[in-house]
């Protein structure tokens, strides 16, 4: 039997039984759908936070309290909760008369309630200093930035991230306004635009920010910083910026063995590099999850099509009594099983396609997250593949099985 005439055949197969058919590639449209879905879900996430990383800045450096040993995955110990209080004064001064360095500054953070009026919330707050602002780039939509006054003045001023003033003054202007955090009144003298997720997994839109001395001396009572952020000349690369900023601190922690750092020092390259290892990692569970839903449409295909072979045991008889050999038979059942697996990857790559181009509308649209559409097409190859193996190897059974029937037999059979 030629090619033509056996995909031509099983074509009338598929059609001649069009509810089975249906029935048949509904597991595969669910498993492709599923992992297209799942990989341009997965693909647009990483897009949106590698964003977010990068729009604070490439000439930035961050140093946390702890060392991570050399594990790329590891956070720092003051990260998971851990007091470490190895990071003062000293280190910021003598950070600011490196060379490279054009700008540092200390951070001190803690959680507490803002109250105005009968409005509240639990936010955190950071305390920093005047260059803060300057380093991060942020931009104001009303007021504007702490100034060294306030920092040595211990004036107790605030500025607002942008959720937490409309959740505490609604469309009131909040300059000049007096609210109460962690028993103590401040002055609302800015409000940040819309920052989104900053270092340190610090949801700045709802952050409270007050001079460094008096959240560190006042409000926490401590004489060490939660972190320090750091900014690189432009005249300098960011590595070599990196190396003399360990140098620095090794010297001031008097440290000669490099496994024995107390601190952790990471670039944005460095945080790109591990959120994009994360996100990947994410993405492929994910779609090994969704890739299940495949297996489970293989089963199916396989036993719907043992059902038709023993439904067209006649068909099988007659085709063998004047001359198909068993090979065209085989051949006829692979094309059939071949032929549902893709066309149900076909549907499924378009269904898939159409279910994150409705999530990126609702997600960018109506809740305003700033979602990124992301296709992979290598998704979309792989999946057209995968389809076609599928058919392969979920129809050879029933192909053989069909194969093998007696034609006197199968003549014979009601």
């Not at 378009?350 to 994150?356: P, Y």
């Amino acid at each position: 039997m030629r090619m033509y005439d056996a995909t031509r055949t099983a074509w009338k197969g598929v059609m001649n039984a069009k509810a089975r058919s249906f029935l048949t590639m509904l597991g595969i449209v669910i498993g492709i759908g599923s992992v297209i879905l799942l990989m341009s879900i997965g693909k647009s996430a990483e897009k949106l936070i590698l964003n977010e990383v990068q729009s604070i800045g490439s000439n930035l450096v961050f140093v946390t309290p702890g060392a991570t040993h050399g594990s790329r995955f590891a956070s720092p110990a003051s990260l998971l909760g851990i007091v470490i209080k190895t990071l003062d004064e000293r280190d910021v001064q003598a950070l600011r008369k490196e060379d490279s360095v054009l700008r540092a500054t200390a951070e001190v953070r803690g959680q507490a309630k803002v109250v105005y009026e009968n409005n509240d919330a639990t936010v955190t707050y950071t305390g920093n200093d005047h260059e803060f602002f300057t380093i991060r780039d942020f931009k104001f939509t009303l007021g504007g930035p702490l100034t060294q006054n306030d920092v040595s003045s211990f004036n107790r001023v605030a500025v607002l991230g942008s959720e937490i003033a409309s959740t505490l003054f609604g469309d009131k202007d909040p300059i000049g306004k007096t609210i109460r955090l962690k028993d103590s009144n401040f002055r609302v003298v800015g409000v940040l635009r819309s920052e989104g997720v900053g270092p340190f997994g610090i949801d700045q839109d709802n952050l409270v920010i007050v001079p460094v001395t008096v959240a560190q001396k006042i409000m926490l009572g401590i004489n060490y910083y939660n972190a320090l952020s750091i900014q690189v000349k432009d005249s300098y690369s960011i590595d070599f910026a990196k190396g003399r900023i360990i140098s620095t601190l090794r010297f001031n922690h008097r440290i000669t063995d490099p496994n024995k750092d107390d601190f952790t020092v990471q670039t944005q390259e460095d945080a790109l590099s591990l959120l994009g290892n994360i996100t990947s990692v994410l993405t492929a569970f994910l779609t090994a999850v969704a890739g299940i839903s495949l297996v489970v449409g293989g089963i199916g295909i396989m036993n719907i099509m043992l059902v038709s072979v023993v439904e067209r045991t006649r068909e099988i008889g007659l085709r063998k009594a004047i001359g198909a050999r068993n090979e065209d038979i085989v051949l006829q059942f692979l094309i059939e099983a071949v032929t549902l697996t893709v066309i149900g990857g076909i549907i499924g790559i378009i269904g898939g396609i159409s279910l994150a181009g409705i999530a990126y509308l609702i997600l960018n649209n109506v809740l305003t997250t700033g979602w990124f559409f992301a296709l992979p097409l290598s998704g979309v190859l792989v999946s057209l593949v995968v389809a076609l193996l599928t058919g392969l190897v979920f129809g050879i059974y029933p192909a053989r099985q069909a194969a093998k029937k007696n034609p006197i037999e199968a003549l014979r059979y009601e």
